[in-house]
């Protein structure tokens, strides 16, 4: 009986030393940030993200910051990655770099103003591609300003 009890448990403890090496666990929210930076941009006949095409993993803290480098105001949105992700905050940074706003709850869309940058502090928790990243303003995604996300 005791053997078959040990036979059991060492089971159960392995069992659970694999998963635990899979599953991330604790508060997700307080890890160090990845830093991952996007522009937002303009030339005269187009619009554009820098890059197009960002990646991420599910489980790890993201700072996304978004600069706004063009000469007009551009959003940052995306259903979908609303969707995938735990939003931590989002911070509106100062001239001298500085947050000088954060906003909590989820967030779906960020519009930035021509020089400006801002922050989307998130964990993603769900993994795909996710194909409608876009700016929302008139004219601008048919011009180009358009983006792909991957969760792995
Ligand atoms: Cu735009």
């Given at each position: 009986m005791k053997k078959i009890l040990i036979v059991f448990i060492l089971i159960i403890s392995s069992f659970f030393t694999v998963w635990g090496s899979v599953i991330a666990s604790g508060d997700l929210t307080k890890q160090e940030p990845i830093t991952v930076d996007v522009q937002l941009g303009d030339t005269d006949n187009s619009y554009l993200f820098v890059p197009s095409s960002l990646e991420f993993e599910t489980g790890k803290l993201y700072k996304l910051v978004i600069h706004n480098v063009g000469k007009t105001k551009h959003y940052f949105s995306s259903e979908g990655l609303s969707r995938s992700v735990f939003t931590r905050k989002a911070q509106v940074l100062g001239a001298d770099g500085k947050a000088i706003a954060e906003i909590k709850g989820s967030i779906r869309e960020i519009e930035v103003y021509p020089g400006g940058t801002a922050e989307w502090w998130f964990v993603p928790v769900k993994s795909g591609n996710i194909?409608?990243?876009?700016?929302?303003?008139?004219?601008h995604e048919e011009a180009g300003m358009v983006g792909k996300i991957t969760i792995k």
């Open positions: 194909n409608d990243l876009k700016c929302t303003i008139k004219g």
